[in-house]
């Protein structure tokens, strides 16, 4: 059996957003329910182990919110977490690390790229790599995360290329892990070697294409980029000068948007994650989560465990 809490569901800056005045931040800061943390997610096949993907700088909040998560039962230093899949190089997705330094074993396993960002970091050297091992991992080859002790999870984990752009911070820098820009942005299939249940993971997406369609369709669940309602919403709102394309994310609506491209694929269910809080759609009562839901998708919230 397959389990996957979301850990949190929010772009960068989260709900409400320190230094966010806009309407969705405003109504969060009185409203417990609209908020939320950055995206992550936990699966595990056994449910004593559990391996997180992308670690995001709320993951101290969202461990102590998760009972899944907490050290087991009369144990003086334990975690049930074996390991970090990264599936980009962002703040968002790698800064949760830097809250896992307190000696416990695991494995970060992410792509050259993203581990060499890691390695020119002298920061992330507070992760002893005796007791974090850092593993690579490719595109389109398939591996099994183990636990601590190197026997099987029992999950197996496809890693794909992703239509993205690099991290912001790297912007007119000197890529360590050179400047192809592969690895930079990955999928994930994520599948129970027992049950073959599966889903699909893309925190971050620029451009749903042939391919991606093909690769989707039928899958039972998929988690999807829903950065942005629409691509120039930051500048709208006068929030900021990116669009969605910009900053490697495809809109949720348009006619090349997600819910548009990803409709009549026969995909069981659909979950927007990493949605900034500018997005309208985190409004129960809007216009545009009303548009989102009649197409089939949800927004998450925090701490929701699906099982496959
Ligand atoms: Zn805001």
């Not at 969060?28 to 449910?47: E, F, K, M, N, Y």
């Not at 391996?51 to 049930?80: E, V």
């Not at 790599?129 to 026997?151: M, W, Y």
Request: aromatic content about 6%.
């Amino acid at each position: 059996m397959l389990r996957v809490v979301v850990l949190g569901a929010a772009a960068g800056g989260g709900v409400p957003q320190w230094n966010c005045g806009c309407p969705v931040c405003l109504k969060a800061r009185t409203d417990p329910d609209l908020r939320s943390t950055q995206a992550s997610i936990a699966i595990s096949a056994d449910g004593d182990h559990w391996f997180l993907i992308n670690a995001s700088p709320d993951l101290r909040q969202q461990l102590i919110a998760t009972p899944q998560l907490h050290p087991g039962a009369g144990k003086l230093r334990h975690s049930p977490i074996a390991g970090v899949i990264l599936t980009n190089g962002e703040i968002d997705a790698v800064a949760g690390l830097l809250s896992m330094r307190e000696g416990w074993p695991f494995t970060i396993y992410a792509h050259a790229n993203v581990l060499s960002i890691l390695k020119a970091n002298s920061i992330f050297n507070v992760l002893n790599e005796k007791n974090v091992r850092r593993q690579g991992i490719d595109v389109n080859a398939a591996f099994e995360p183990t636990l601590p002790d190197g026997s099987p999870s029992g999950i197996e984990i496809l890693p794909f290329a992703v239509p993205g752009k690099g991290a912001w911070y790297l912007e007119g820098k000197v890529h360590p892990g050179g400047d192809d820009g592969a690895g930079d942005t990955l999928g994930l299939r994520v599948r129970d070697r027992a049950t073959d249940k599966y889903f699909y993971f893309l925190a971050a997406c620029a451009e749903v294409t042939d391919d991606l369609k093909s690769r989707l369709a039928g899958s039972p669940l998929i988690f999807f980029d829903g950065t942005v309602w629409r691509d120039d919403e930051l500048i709208l709102a006068g929030l900021g000068d990116k669009t969605g394309q910009g900053m490697g994310h495809i809109a949720m609506s348009g006619e090349h948007g997600a819910i548009e491209a990803l409709a009549h694929l026969g995909i069981g269910r659909k979950i927007f994650l990493h949605i900034n809080n500018s997005n309208p759609a985190l409004l129960g009562a809007s216009p545009e989560r009303k548009i989102a839901e009649r197409a089939g998708w949800q927004i998450p919230i925090d701490g929701m465990e699906i099982t496959l």
